[in-house]
């Protein structure tokens, strides 16, 4: 008894790519669109407020894009969605700047808190729990 032999498969040759005067195009066709219209994006930072303007999202979204409204009907930081959806930040701006497009969201600039506590009203509050 002899063992099977392999056989030898036959090497396709690679197609040619397509000339200049065939009339197809040399790139193949961009399945999405990585900024808007204008080929802009949103200013956006991990920081940034997003606020649902809308309480359902519309039949026309995404999965992706309904979800994220579905999250954002209380105001989440960029990273905060980001997080929550599994996604990269390069992938929440893009949906982001299509929904804030659509003025389906909108964009708050985080709250920054410019001088500290007065430390003497700390105190008087602390006091004041304490006689309590």
Known sequence: M?????QR?????EPTP???????????????V????????????????????ATD????ASPEQAALLRLCAAP???AELSAYLHL???????LLTELLTAELVQARAPIVRKARSDR????????????L
């Open 57 to 60: 999202p519309p039949p026309s």
């Open 34 to 53: 990585v900024a808007g219209p204008d080929g802009e994006r949103a200013e956006l930072d991990l920081v940034t407020l997003i606020v649902a303007r």
């Open 76 to 78: 989440l930081s960029v």
């Open 9 to 13: 498969r036959d090497l396709v040759p």
């Open 2 to 6: 002899t063992p099977p032999q392999r």
């Open 120 to 131: 003497s009203l700390l105190e008087a509050v602390m006091n004041g729990l304490q006689r």
């Open 18 to 32: 397509p000339q200049e005067g065939d009339g197809k195009p040399g790139n193949p066709e961009r399945m999405y």
């Open 88 to 94: 990269p930040f390069s992938a929440m701006g893009v």
